[in-house]
């Protein structure tokens, strides 16, 4: 059973870093490409970053462009997004998603919540 | 990559069908077909209803379609019912590996 399990997140002052992490099971990790979308509690889902199957492709939004980076590692089946120059705007719950296709996210995890407070 | 345009509510009565928009501009809803639609119970997950416009994933009930034309896209749900109360969330493929999602719409079930 596909299974999507995301870490790391926590309380960080403005400016500080965080690396999220989401471990993948249940499926072939490196056929496929995976997304970190956010939501506000409360609010809407924002899209926030892609990588391809093999990594060589990635996509940010405009809002995190510059200051998020998402890699993967998959020895580990891993996925990561490093955030740094955090700001309370993106205090938010942080779900990584497995994409097939063109805005297709079939799985998603229930996320890790992320708060950016002084 | 500003968000894609919803309406916030719709409401409808058990049996009754509604339609949700979803605008956008020729980078994303209308530059592709590749347009999807989340449904959100609360507390849950986002679930996949609608992919590539139109297309049901297995196990999606057939009383949920999606259309396209030009820049706006359209998710409709006929013969409503209770389980369908959530938030529903359109998402556009917006080109260079980024995607776009929309504002989300709350659909009641009176």
């Known amino acids: 059973e596909v299974a999507l399990l995301e870490s790391g997140g926590g309380v960080v002052r403005p400016g500080g870093s965080l690396r999220l992490s989401c471990a993948a099971s249940?499926?072939?990790?490196?056929?496929?490409?995976m997304t970190w979308v956010r939501q506000v509690p409360g609010k809407g889902l924002e899209w926030v970053s892609f990588i391809n199957w093999n990594g060589g492709s990635t996509g940010y939004g405009d809002s995190v462009k510059g200051r998020f980076t998402i890699s993967r590692d998959d020895t580990k089946k891993s996925l990561y997004l490093q955030m740094n120059s955090l700001r309370a705007e993106d205090t938010a719950l942080y779900h990584c998603?497995?994409?097939?296709?063109?805005?297709?996210?079939?799985?998603w995890g229930h996320g890790t919540l992320v708060t950016v407070s002084s | 990559q500003s968000a894609l345009t919803q309406p916030a509510s719709v409401s409808g009565s058990p049996g009754q069908s509604i339609t949700i928009s979803c605008t956008g501009t020729s980078s994303d809803v209308g530059g592709y077909d590749y347009v999807a639609w989340y449904q959100q119970a609360p507390g849950k997950v986002p679930k996949l209803m609608i992919y590539?416009?139109?297309k049901r994933p297995s196990g999606v009930s057939s009383r949920f379609s999606g259309s396209k034309s030009g820049s706006t896209a359209s998710l409709t749900i006929s013969g409503l019912q209770a389980e369908d109360e959530a938030d529903y969330y359109c998402?556009?493929?917006?080109?260079?590996?980024?995607?776009?999602f929309g504002t989300g719409t709350k659909v009641t079930v009176l």
């Open positions: 998603a497995r994409v097939i296709g063109g805005a297709i996210f079939d799985y």
């Open positions: 249940g499926f072939t990790f490196n056929d496929y490409g």
């Open positions: 998402c556009s493929f917006a080109g260079s590996s980024t995607y776009v």
């Open positions: 590539d416009v139109s």
